[in-house]
């Protein structure tokens, strides 16, 4: 698959995660429970798209969540860039074949990501013990989706073996 | 896949590259909020037409459910709703009565009519995808005169402000938002104080002195000094109050009066 396609797909994927997360499970589920399916994507670059495309496409993806949730650009986008970069310099030493690694896997990217987030957005928070809380909480369900998000981008998304 | 050392660096500085860049467009945009704004209105107007087929299948599935449910329970519901009919028809004329006098007082104080506002109703399209944020999409934007600021209501009170507008769509920040902060005021003691979002059901109000007589169960309106809501709206009721033996303020947790997991149409004030 060259550049432009793979760039279009990650695009149109990002698109419909948009409109899934916010059209369909937000009404759903209950806040607290809210998954993450873009770190997902980032999470499968990081293993499948180990070079400078996979990391640009997840700064892309950052940058389109920081548009759809946040009132700034920028804190999902770094977020991204590092959970990217951490695992891509270590995805030939971490086993995510199996499902459990993987939800092991995610569930600490989620939490990861959360605090880059938060460190990133607040300066002060009402309530630290909800926040960590609800980052445990989302952590866990992001992790549970991963398993069927990988298996979707394995087959739409094809990268050559590990 | 092991990655060479060259990869391994290369990676790292581009890496070092986007984060810094995130960083600088995050202040750029916590000073100027155009190019949000802008990127707003690109992806919104893409997404627009999805949502609104979206909404339309959950809107379809929740009528068509609610009707089937709803129907067991109509007779007693139907029998609960006279009685309450003929309760408030009582309290209308009451009211009326009041108003009227009301009305006549205020000429003889000579004081100054409340700025009247324009209504636009509104459907809600989507959600904010993260579970971080509390925004909702609605389906007005530019095209019907709708200005980032606008202040939203639904039936039962405030709801929050518009924060991003493209020409068919509008981002609203709903009161509950960690971000959102409305001036208001308590009804029985006429305290006033900032409503801040808590991330979850629950609002915090802020900088209420001691000493005033609050109770749960309060109704807090707003204040109208914030330049952005009208004097007077509903906002919650005192749901908890947490006495802080030291220090100026009180804590007291508010219960929205909307149930924002319920929300379908809202309203947006427009100053006439």
């Given at each position: 698959m060259n550049i432009i396609k793979k760039f279009l797909l990650i695009i149109i994927l990002a698109l419909v995660i948009l409109f899934l997360q916010g059209g369909i499970l937000k009404p759903l589920l209950p806040n607290i429970l809210m998954p993450n399916l873009f770190l997902i994507i980032v999470i499968y670059l990081s293993f499948y798209e180990t070079n400078v495309l996979g990391l640009i496409f997840s700064f892309v993806l950052g940058l389109l969540y920081d548009i759809s949730t946040s009132t700034l650009l920028g804190p999902y986008a770094a977020s991204f860039v590092t959970i990217y970069t951490l695992f891509a310099i270590f995805s030939g030493r971490i086993f995510i074949d199996t499902t459990i690694s993987l939800i092991i896997i995610t569930a600490i990217s989620s939490i990861i990501c959360d605090i880059i987030y938060m460190i990133l957005i607040f300066t002060f928070l009402p309530d630290k013990n909800n926040i960590s809380f609800e980052i445990?909480?989302?952590s866990i369900s992001t992790a549970i989706i991963s398993p069927i998000m990988i298996y979707i981008l394995k087959k739409y998304y094809p990268i050559k073996n590990r | 896949?092991?990655?060479?050392?060259?990869?391994?660096?290369?990676?790292s500085l581009c890496s070092l590259i986007l984060f810094l860049s995130s960083i600088i467009l995050l202040h750029h945009t916590s000073k100027d909020k155009t190019l949000i704004e802008y990127?707003?209105?690109v992806?919104?107007?893409?997404l627009y037409p999805f949502q609104n087929i979206?909404?339309?299948?959950?809107?379809?599935?929740n009528n068509t459910i609610d009707k089937y449910i709803y129907l067991v329970n109509l007779k007693e519901e139907n029998k609960s709703l006279k009685f309450k009919i003929a309760r408030l028809e009582k309290r209308n004329l009451k009211l009326h009565?009041?108003?009227y006098e009301n009305r006549k007082l205020k000429r003889l104080l000579k004081i100054k009519r409340k700025v009247n506002y324009a209504q636009i109703g509104a459907e809600i399209i989507g959600y904010n995808p993260s579970k971080w944020g509390q925004s909702i999409i609605i389906n007005r934007g530019k095209i019907d005169n709708i200005k980032v600021g606008d202040p939203v209501i639904s039936h039962e009170g405030v709801v929050g402000q518009v924060i991003n507008v493209s020409p068919n769509t509008?981002?609203?920040l709903i009161l509950i938002d960690r971000t959102s902060a409305i001036d208001v005021f308590l009804q029985q003691s006429r305290a006033r104080g900032v409503i801040i979002g808590g991330g979850n059901e629950l609002c915090q109000l802020k900088y209420i002195l001691k000493n005033n007589d609050t109770k749960i169960g309060d109704k807090v309106l707003t204040s109208g000094l914030d330049g952005i809501f009208p004097k007077g709206l509903l906002v919650g009721h005192v749901a908890d109050l947490s006495p802080i033996p030291s220090g100026l303020f009180d804590t007291i947790k508010v219960m929205p009066i909307v149930d924002f997991t319920k929300l379908e149409f809202v309203t947006v004030l427009k100053l006439k």
């Open positions: 445990l909480l989302g | 896949m092991k990655l060479t050392y060259s990869k391994r660096i290369q990676i990127s707003y209105n992806l919104y107007e893409v979206s909404n339309n299948i959950v809107n379809f599935f009565e009041e108003k509008s981002k609203v």
